[in-house]
């Protein structure tokens, strides 16, 4: 079977950060060569940033609910807040090109929803660059153990998703924070 560089590109251009991964780096943290969450994924530029609608949103409680119930966990619900917490670190990565846990401005998941008002107990978070859609993308995170571990935390009570669309047009990114309140 043979793969392109591409394909290479996006079976690696999917990262899991697990709870207590979002240490202050810093705001404006270089990128980390160590990281192997941190690729750079489409040149810097313009983005298509899409705001979550209910049914993107109701897809990925109702994947990560299979996922959970398949682990005997409880099941979460979709959170608007967190939703948007996703939806804005997806549109910095897709204009920054880089599929990265640190923001241009936070350093993780619980920075972020911390700045729209929600008080985490816990935090963890799923990001992905590449072609992907929304079915694929959950199901990637739902084989994948890294994600899975995030998704199976449990703690986890709630959950927001967010996508953007990279400079070239193709690159869609994607980030999923799951939280529980405090």
Wanted: charged share 15%; net charge positive.
């Amino acid at each position: 079977m043979r793969f392109s560089a591409l394909s290479v590109l996006m079976l690696l251009a999917v990262a899991a950060c697990a709870p207590g991964d979002s240490a202050d780096r810093g705001w404006m943290a270089p990128p980390d060569p160590n990281d192997p969450h941190d690729i750079q994924a489409t040149a810097p530029g313009q983005a298509v940033c899409h705001r979550t609608s209910a049914a993107d949103l109701a897809a990925g409680v109702a994947a990560t609910n299979s996922a959970r119930a398949r682990a005997g966990l409880p099941p979460v619900r979709g959170n608007t807040v967190l939703a948007r917490a996703a939806q804005q670190h997806a549109c910095d990565m897709a204009e920054r090109g880089r599929m990265a846990h640190v923001g241009r401005g936070t350093s993780g998941p619980s920075q972020r929803v911390k700045a729209l008002g929600y008080q985490p107990r816990i935090t963890a978070e799923n990001i992905a660059a590449g072609p992907f859609s929304l079915n694929r993308v959950l199901a990637e995170w739902n084989s994948s153990s890294g994600h899975l571990a995030n998704i199976n935390i449990p703690q986890m009570q709630e959950m927001g998703i967010g996508r953007a669309v990279g400079s070239d047009g193709k690159t869609v990114f994607w980030a999923a924070v799951y939280a529980a309140p405090k």
